[in-house]
């Protein structure tokens, strides 16, 4: 698929420092390679065969792959942010892009999987629900970090706490809390402070700025059609206060919409939600060419908005809900082919470093290439 043999062991140099030993160092680099290499599912034991030259019913190759992985002790956070240090300065990008990753599983022992409700699909799953953070310009995107969404039945049962060495400070959270937290630990992971854009349609976006808003981190949530919201009367006067959805404040608001290059129709409109009056929004809609109608809407924060003031740009926060799109194909064109949904062992401590190193695996893909650095490749 790629030929990284020119640069993945100065990559892997740099985010695997942390181990501390050299032993470690070498098998993080393996394992990498083995993602990148091995055709098909990447499964511990496919993994395994191809680090150890071996068959992959040979137990020492096999359980020496699964130590690394689900009982070895390094640190994978100090992984995610070298590798987030690593993106930062080679790609510059422009924010923090999170959004969920769903991955359907037909047993019932790996760590997470449960029946849950997916916002983001409007269905109910058996597997696992997660959400990464991405860093995303333009033109290309690394996922950096990851958070693993745990139901009750795993953090409330103290027998598969225990089997799968769910750590005692891992909480009840919903999907709003797991993606605000992983959006606000990002934020504020390196040292130039990023915004965030959170396309995962569906959450609670009231619950979503409940957690980013009093961080002070700039953030543009994607939110479904029927959200109900209202004009801020201290910029628009002329318009109802009424709640109506997002649609179709947009609908009667003719007027605000605008040509778009490249993006057929964008509307902007300063709103606010109804459970939270004092926070000034603007609400965005974007039509793709050629589409009768808009197909994303998006809450943007802003500064405070006043009646005279003159009225924010609705450029830069477009703009960054426009990362989303570059996020999804990278997601397609690469993640899924390094492994990101491939991980079946049962410990949240494997789940975690498999997804660190299926992260790095895709760094060497996008980034070892440089022209990938100036375009994720077209489908």
């Not at 333009?138 to 969404?149: I, R």
Request: hydrophobic share 45%.
């Amino acid at each position: 698929m790629y030929d990284h043999r020119d640069h993945i062991a100065e990559l892997c140099s740099r985010l695997f420092a942390s181990m501390p030993r050299r032993g470690q160092r070498l098998k993080a680099e393996r394992y990498v390679r083995a993602l990148l290499s091995v055709p098909g599912r990447k499964t511990l034991r496919n993994i395994a065969d191809w680090m150890e030259g071996e068959p992959a019913d040979r137990e020492p190759a096999k359980q020496s792959v699964h130590h690394f992985i689900s009982n070895s002790s390094w640190d994978w956070t100090r992984v995610r942010h070298a590798l987030a240090g690593y993106v930062e300065d080679t790609v510059a990008p422009r924010a923090w892009v999170v959004r969920p990753l769903v991955i359907p599983k037909a047993g019932p022992h790996s760590v997470g999987v449960d029946q849950q409700f997916v916002p983001h699909l409007g269905l109910t799953v058996h597997g696992q629900q997660a959400y990464g953070a991405w860093l995303a310009s333009e033109h290309t995107a690394v996922p950096c970090d990851w958070s693993l969404l745990l139901t009750r039945a795993w953090l409330d049962d103290p027998g598969r706490r225990r089997r799968a060495q769910i750590p005692a400070g891992a909480l009840p959270a919903g999907p709003e809390e797991v993606a605000g937290r992983l959006a606000l630990d990002a934020s504020r992971g390196l040292p130039s402070r990023r915004p965030v854009v959170i396309d995962a349609e569906g959450l609670d976006p009231t619950r979503m700025l409940r957690v980013l808003v009093p961080a002070g981190v700039p953030a543009v949530v994607r939110v479904p059609a029927s959200t109900p919201l209202r004009v801020d009367p201290a910029v628009l006067h002329s318009y109802s206060e009424r709640p109506a959805t997002a649609d179709q404040l947009v609908a009667g608001c003719r007027r605000l919409w605008r040509p778009a290059e490249g993006r057929g129709v964008r509307a902007a409109l300063p709103v606010v939600l109804p459970a939270a009056p004092r926070q000034p929004l603007l609400l965005l809609a974007r039509w793709t060419a050629g589409t009768r109608g808009p197909d994303r809407y998006w809450l943007a924060t802003t500064p405070a908005l006043r009646a005279g003031a003159p009225y924010r740009s609705d450029e830069a926060p477009l703009a960054l809900a426009a990362l989303a799109d570059t996020v999804e194909l990278a997601f397609r064109q690469v993640s899924e082919q390094t492994g990101i949904r491939d991980f079946a062992g049962r410990s949240f401590q494997g789940w975690h470093r498999h997804m660190t190193l299926a992260s790095a695996a895709h760094a060497a893909a996008v980034l070892g290439d440089r022209r990938a650095v100036h375009g994720v490749r077209a489908a």
